[in-house]
């Protein structure tokens, strides 16, 4: 095994930790939130002040990560992580919720340094094959997760069974944090960094200047703005249709990771070597508004079984692709700039996608987020097809 090789596993194994932490929690908190009062509005407005934390911060760790290397900024995320827990296990009002996501969120420069660490480590042959092991690293989080999330809490949640969940994910984010001190070996190598009071164009000076890249995170925003519409009301939805409580909710989140597994653990790399990463993005994302729809229309176990194998496949392959589409606009050195502004892009969409659901619920029904997030699906194939035909259909450059 080559160096590179050990390093991209190295990092694979640190976000598959902390994102098995990130997973045990996420099925539960719509259910803490209303245990302490809220209402589905403040709920999903809570759940997304993580990501308007990580919006605010994910171009400034991206920054820095250029200047002192990706393993520090990967450590200090994770301990970030670690406090959050912490201040959501103590938790008596969503408003005290709302401020530890926030503060979490502030903290998460990790994702876009372990993306950018990826970067580092490819070449043109490479770069999707990478991207592919950090989102199956995810992926096997979030079947981990929830099922770990759905044994803790038991079939009757409690406070106490709450408060286990989240001492566990702040274990798990710490782990994590240990593992990358010991096991990851810097990516970045001194020649590549930023040197101190080098002057660097603005964000959107640099999304200006590159329309390729402006477009791949344009859909990166409307793919995860329409993701976060369903992550955040489909506990919801389960307990209005099918009258699940979490446990349900927490196994079928596992079961979804599955797919994502299998598909960026080594399908979404092959496609994007046989069909060229934007066609395999185009029919990712085609899958992607499929999925959305006949969950919209979903009153069963099995139609919305069905919808949900369509979602999976869609987001297995096109989120290691468009990835990598990203990464391939960045040089050298500003991997962790330009994965940071898609890291951005990601938290605008996963704040505008809580704030619209909890509404979109309260308002006009139970599918009505579904229905919204096949929209902006539809939304970000406009855009990639925007592309001129012999880009739209080629390699990365």
Not at 351 to 377: E, K, N, R, T, W
């Amino acid at each position: 095994m080559d160096s590179r090789t050990g390093s991209i596993l190295a990092l694979a194994s640190v976000v598959l930790i902390g994102m098995t932490g990130f997973g045990i929690f996420l099925p539960i908190f719509p259910f803490l939130s209303l245990d302490l009062g809220a209402t589905p509005t403040a709920t999903t407005i809570a759940m997304g002040a993580y990501s308007f934390g990580q919006l605010v911060s994910s171009p400034l760790w991206g920054r820095l990560s250029d200047r002192i290397g990706r393993k520090p900024i990967l450590i200090v995320g994770l301990l970030g992580g670690v406090v959050s827990y912490f201040w959501i296990a103590h938790a008596n009002t969503v408003y005290d919720l709302g401020a530890a996501r926030l503060f979490g969120g502030l903290m998460a420069g990790n994702v876009g340094a372990a993306f950018a660490a990826a970067a580092d480590l490819a070449d043109d042959k490479t770069r999707a094959r990478n991207m592919g092991l950090l989102g199956a690293a995810v992926g096997f989080g979030f079947i981990a997760g929830p099922a770990f999330g759905a044994f803790l809490i038991g079939h009757e949640p409690t406070r106490e069974s709450f408060v286990t969940v989240c001492y566990a994910s702040a274990a798990l984010a710490g782990l994590a944090a240990l593992a990358a001190l010991v096991f990851f070996r810097e990516s970045l190598t001194p020649e590549a960094r930023t040197q101190p009071g080098a002057r660097r164009r603005s964000r959107f000076t640099l999304l200006a200047s590159r329309p390729s890249l402006l477009r791949f995170v344009v859909v990166t925003f409307l793919a995860i703005a329409a993701q976060a519409l369903m992550e955040t009301t489909f506990g919801l939805w389960a307990d209005a249709e099918l009258q699940w409580g979490p446990r349900e909710v927490g196994w079928t989140l596992a079961a979804l990771g599955v797919g994502a597994v299998l598909l960026q653990g080594g399908g979404a790399g092959r496609a994007a070597r046989v069909l060229g990463e934007r066609m395999t993005l185009l029919i990712g994302l085609t899958l992607f508004a499929a999925g959305f729809a006949g969950l919209a229309v979903s009153h069963e176990a099995p139609t919305m079984a069905a919808s949900l194998t369509a979602l999976v496949i869609g987001i297995g392959l096109a989120t290691p692709a468009l990835n990598s589409l990203i990464a391939a606009q960045a040089a050298e050195d500003e991997r962790g700039e330009v994965m940071g502004l898609s890291q951005s892009a990601s938290a605008l969409g996963r704040v505008a996608g809580p704030l619209g659901a909890g509404a979109l619920f309260d308002q006009l029904g139970s599918a009505a987020p579904f229905a919204m997030a096949a929209v902006l699906i539809m939304a970000a194939l406009f855009v990639t097809l925007g592309e001129p035909a012999k880009e739209a259909f080629g390699q990365a450059r």
